[in-house]
């Protein structure tokens, strides 16, 4: 459409050019003077001619122009309008005529013209858009971030966009004209074929769905399919899907999975559950693992914190509620640490922290995490009391542990007992430094190089002693045992050892190697002394049989060879003879009791028979097994040839000791004869009264009974005496019995009583209980002390002036012998006499035969005993004898 | 008249417990003692009509307390029994005033015989 105003100017410039061209013919008509007719055709023309440009009113216009031109200058009378001419008339209307319908049909024609022309503009405008369109839509087909395919209703596709060849690594071409299902797993194309089975049952629909495709070159992606089935211009259905890779997302999605299971698996762990809480709304979120830990069911409890103060133990439920006040007024985080009571009793240690944060809507919510550290804490008073018991351990032990870094040069453990071994006051900081200068400065340089050493091999366990030097001057030695720990680096990061104090052990080890010093000096010392003897040494083992002998016996030939494995009454000759001696020397092995001075009879290597006295004691392992007899053996024959001759003296001293005894007796008579007649006397006497008794009116028998009981005990007392008597009297054979001193005592007193009283001796006795009892001839030493008894008495006859007092001791002397003593306050022996007074036949008595003492000496020194007097302060004389024991006389 | 009492002194036990039974079974009263400072020491030595007693013993003999009593002022009769029956001893006792002098072992009637002697004496001496 044109405007208004440019065709009113096309109408003014056609207007005003047509009447230009109108006078420019007037002019010329008027030249020529052209006749009317021609001059309103000539008109006619122009105006016509102008019509072209379009305006049907200009052209209007100039018809009228033309008119009023053709009427003033052409038509008579000229140079005025009016026409008289009637013949011009009718030109004129023609011309009137003429040119308004050829101005209108020149018009319309051209509006014609112009219509068609903006039509075919307008077609070819369309034309050109829907192309653009075309291209436009293609490119974004093309190139669209999405794969497009379009298959046919068999599923062949049609079209692939470059994006989706590309995506699968096909040219386009490639894939067009080959079946969809190609892209897509072997596994999965029947669901494919499916899905599009949908699509083209319901055309116009767009169904999704996820599956994976295969690229040329095996790969997989995840796509999204939306797909339609549409129908095209020959009603031919197609289906058209796009494809969006998803694979990232899908990763995504199953990394989010994962990551949410690892993070329900790591709470489920590590006790922990997080918690969100909005105190504006009060909305509360717990993860199943706070719940777990707060023995909840998820189904049934909406989570909150007034929950948490429920399940709290009511004395931690306090600072809990104003945990959770203090953060909702203040809005900030929190972290504090509570104790559960769960409904079955037990109780819980939990850790809770959280942070206040932004939500997107600009609330406060607090994120956080309860971790259940019960095991944690338990672990931490477990450790704590190990700690402690390690500490206590360590102190009963002087044992301290420490660990040592070696890049540091730091400690980076070291127990109590470290700082207590260096003398160390627990508070004090402990430099390398401080370290160094309490270790002995012989011992630092070993100290690290062996623990250079021990970085540079890696050593598994190292060891070196070092002494301390303490504040005080003291030292302490220090056995320490040490191993490396290799770092992640792969190098040596750490030494971890312990200190252990062994002062005590040395000392110990110094004492007991002093010890052993002087148990070797000793034992070579008693080695020379066994090799130079005479003596030789043996053992035999537990069936007694020979297992050792010292080496220089045979090469003596003091013993016959081949002993070894012989039992000693296999090597003795004289069993046979003394069967009493073997079976008791059998009987002490048996018993395992230790046996001294046995003689036996033996032969030498020449064959001669020599005499043997041994002594053993029996040994046993640390179980107190007995394993056999050690002892000593000595050649006595020489001293056994010299006792047989002393034998022969022994029995003269005998027969002159019966002389004695039998002069002694006639001496005592007086004293046995009041001693028998005593009980004698009591026996008549109650004899006599038994008769009384009985004969009186009422007989009294009870005490009838009485006075026979007292006869009869007389009678034994009377038979007593009468035994001893004859005893005494008794001339035989020295009969050596085992015999307690107390009871030879005892029978001396029961003789001398008597003697006693008639000569005013009071008696005192001290004799010691439980005496060893000595081998000895009782009559012999009956005769020996009744002597003693008998000189004390007489010793004492001149005593007036004081108690004649007799004192009688019976006890074990310094080397565990029996003594006896017999000690009067006479008047003593005179210092010149003292040395004599045991020789034969010196006497201080007129009447003394002077073989008393003499002959009491030859009988103890017989018994291997030794009489002797002693000088003692004040008057009187003390006369004493020791006697070997019993045991040692009979070994 | 009071039944006499007999105090018997002898150091060796059963002869002290013997003459006491045979006193007491021909019904005396006696009483024994183990020396004869027992006797002197004892509250009824004033009661005491007669006096058995040993020679020997070892403190103080029988002849001794005999003197003693004597002394003192006590003139009880004396029986001697001795298991010494040393003539000496006899006639020093005798001289000393004895009633009796038995050597041990005596027979039972020979000591009763004696004792009534010596009661009938006692007695008889008082009825003067």
């Given at each position: 459409m044109r405007s208004p105003i440019s065709s009113l100017e096309r109408s003014a410039s056609q207007f005003t050019i047509g009447s230009i061209a109108l006078a420019v013919v007037t002019l010329a008509c008027l030249y020529v003077h052209a006749h009317f007719a021609a001059t309103a055709f000539a008109y006619l023309l122009v105006v016509l001619l102008f019509s072209l440009m379009g305006s049907f009113i200009a052209s209007s216009a100039l018809c009228i122009v033309a008119i009023a031109a053709l009427a003033y200058y052409f038509a008579p009378p000229a140079f005025s309008l009016r026409i008289d001419d009637p013949q011009d008339l009718p030109v004129v209307v023609a011309f009137f005529i003429a040119s308004i319908v050829g101005a209108h049909l020149i018009g319309k024609l051209r509006q014609e013209r112009e219509a068609a022309r903006v039509v075919a503009a307008k077609l070819q405008r369309s034309a050109a858009d829907l192309e653009d369109r075309e291209k436009r839509w293609r490119a974004i087909f093309e190139h669209n971030p999405a794969m497009y395919f379009m298959v046919d209703e068999a599923g062949i596709?049609?079209?692939?966009?470059?994006?989706?060849?590309?995506?699968?690594?096909?040219?386009?071409?490639?894939?067009?004209?080959?079946?969809v299902l190609d892209v897509f797993l072997e596994e999965d194309r029947a669901f494919v074929r499916e899905c599009v089975r949908t699509c083209l049952e319901d055309v116009g629909q767009t169904r999704t769905w996820d599956v994976q495709k295969v690229r040329k070159d095996g790969s997989v992606l995840w796509v999204r399919e939306n797909a339609k089935a549409m129908l095209w211009g020959d009603q031919q259905p197609i289906v058209l899907i796009a494809c969006e890779d998803i694979t990232e997302r899908r990763r995504t999605e199953l990394a989010l999975q994962r990551s949410e299971a690892h993070l329900a698996q790591a709470q489920e762990l590590s006790h922990t559950g997080s918690f969100s809480w909005n105190p504006t709304t009060g909305e509360a979120f717990w993860s199943r693992e706070t719940f777990r830990i707060f023995q909840l069911d998820p189904e049934t409890v909406p989570p909150g914190p007034q929950l948490v103060v429920e399940r709290t133990h009511p004395d931690d439920r306090a600072s809990v509620k104003e945990i959770i006040d203090r953060a909702m007024r203040d809005l900030s985080d929190f972290e504090h640490e509570y104790r559960l009571l769960l409904p079955d009793g037990s109780v819980k240690h939990i850790h809770a922290q959280a942070r206040a944060t932004r939500t997107a809507s600009g609330e406060v919510e607090f994120v956080g995490a309860a971790t259940d550290v019960t095991a944690a804490r338990r672990a931490e008073q477990q450790l704590r009391r190990s700690e402690a018991y390690l500490a206590e351990a360590q102190h009963l032990t002087h044992t301290g542990s420490w660990s040592w870094d070696v890049h540091a040069l730091d400690f980076i453990y070291r127990s109590a007992e470290v700082d207590r071994l260096f003398g160390f006051d627990p508070q004090e900081p402990v430099s390398i430094d401080t370290i160094r200068s309490r270790i002995h400065p012989e011992d630092l340089p070993l100290l690290q190089e062996v623990q250079r050493q021990a970085i540079e091999h890696e050593e598994e366990r190292f060891e070196y002693d070092f002494r301390i030097l303490l504040p005080d001057g003291g030292i302490r030695r220090i056995h320490s045992v040490a191993h490396v720990a290799v770092g992640s680096d792969g190098n040596v990061s750490e030494l971890i050892g312990t200190h252990m104090d062994v002062t005590e052990q040395h000392a110990a080890r110094d004492r007991l190697e002093n010890t052993l010093g002087a148990l070797r000096e000793s034992e070579q010392r008693f080695r020379d002394y066994a090799e130079t003897a005479s003596d030789w040494l043996w053992e035999t083992g537990p069936d007694h049989q020979v297992t050792h002998l010292s080496e220089h016996t045979s090469a003596a030939g003091i013993l016959a060879t081949g002993l070894m494995g012989l039992l000693r009454w296999d090597i003795a000759c004289d069993v046979d003879e003394e069967p009493e001696k073997w079976r008791q020397h059998r009987a002490t092995l048996e018993a395992h009791l230790p046996f001294r001075d046995l003689v036996y009879r033996t032969v030498n290597r020449t064959g001669s028979p020599i005499y043997v006295r041994t002594s053993g004691k029996p040994f046993f392992d640390g179980k107190g097994n007995f394993l056999g007899y050690r002892g000593v053996s000595t050649d006595i024959t020489a001293t056994i040839r010299a006792d047989q001759a002393e034998q022969e003296l022994r029995k003269a001293q005998a027969e002159l000791a019966h002389v004695t005894r039998v002069t002694t007796l006639g001496e005592l008579t007086t004293s046995i004869a009041h001693e028998i007649n005593q009980p004698l006397a009591a026996i008549i006497s109650n004899a006599d009264a038994c008769l009384g008794w009985m004969g009186r009116e009422a007989p009294n028998l009870p005490a009838a009974r009485s006075s026979v009981e007292w006869i009869i005990e007389d009678a034994i007392r009377a038979s007593e005496v009468i035994r001893r008597v004859r005893a005494l009297a008794k001339k035989g054979e020295i009969e050596m019995v085992p015999l307690d001193i107390n009871e030879v005592v005892k029978d001396v007193i029961a003789l001398v009583t008597r003697e006693l009283a008639s000569h005013r001796v009071t008696l005192r006795t001290e004799l010691t209980a439980g005496l060893p009892t000595i081998l000895g001839d009782r009559i012999q030493l009956q005769q020996v002390i009744i002597n003693l008894v008998m000189n004390g008495i007489e010793a004492m006859d001149a005593v007036t002036d004081r108690t004649r007092e007799l004192l009688i001791q019976s006890s074990k002397d310094d080397v565990g012998h029996v003594q006896l003593a017999v000690t009067d306050c006479g008047v003593g022996i005179a210092e010149n006499d003292a040395d004599r007074v045991l020789d034969p036949f010196f006497t201080t008595k007129s009447t003394g035969l002077g073989m008393g003492l003499s002959i009491c000496r030859s009988i103890v020194e017989a018994h291997g005993g030794r009489l002797s007097m002693v000088h003692k302060n004040g008057p009187g004389a003390t006369f004493q004898f020791a006697l070997p024991l019993h045991k040692e006389a009979v070994s | 008249?009071?039944?006499?009492?007999?105090?018997?002194?002898?150091?060796?036990?059963?002869?002290?417990?013997?003459?006491?039974?045979?006193?007491?079974?021909?019904?005396?009263?006696?009483?024994?003692?183990?020396?004869?400072?027992?006797?002197?020491?004892?509250?009824?030595?004033?009661?005491?009509?007669?006096?058995?007693?040993?020679?020997?013993?070892?403190?103080?003999?029988?002849?001794?307390?005999?003197?003693?009593?004597?002394?003192?002022?006590?003139?009880?009769?004396?029986?001697?029994?001795?298991?010494?029956?040393?003539d000496r001893v006899r006639a020093s006792a005798l001289r000393a005033g004895a009633i009796g002098f038995l050597a041990k072992p005596f027979a039972g009637q020979a000591l009763i015989e004696c004792l009534d002697t010596a009661l009938n004496a006692y007695d008889g001496r008082g009825g003067i």
């Open positions: 596709v049609l079209n692939v966009n470059t994006l989706g060849a590309t995506q699968l690594g096909y040219p386009r071409t490639e894939l067009i004209g080959r079946s | 008249m009071p039944t006499p009492l007999i105090s018997v002194v002898d150091d060796d036990a059963s002869v002290r417990a013997a003459t006491d039974n045979l006193l007491k079974s021909r019904g005396y009263i006696a009483q024994i003692f183990a020396s004869a400072e027992e006797l002197l020491r004892s509250p009824q030595l004033d009661e005491t009509s007669c006096v058995i007693t040993d020679v020997q013993m070892s403190a103080m003999s029988g002849l001794e307390l005999l003197a003693e009593m004597r002394t003192r002022g006590y003139d009880a009769p004396f029986i001697f029994i001795t298991a010494f029956p040393d």
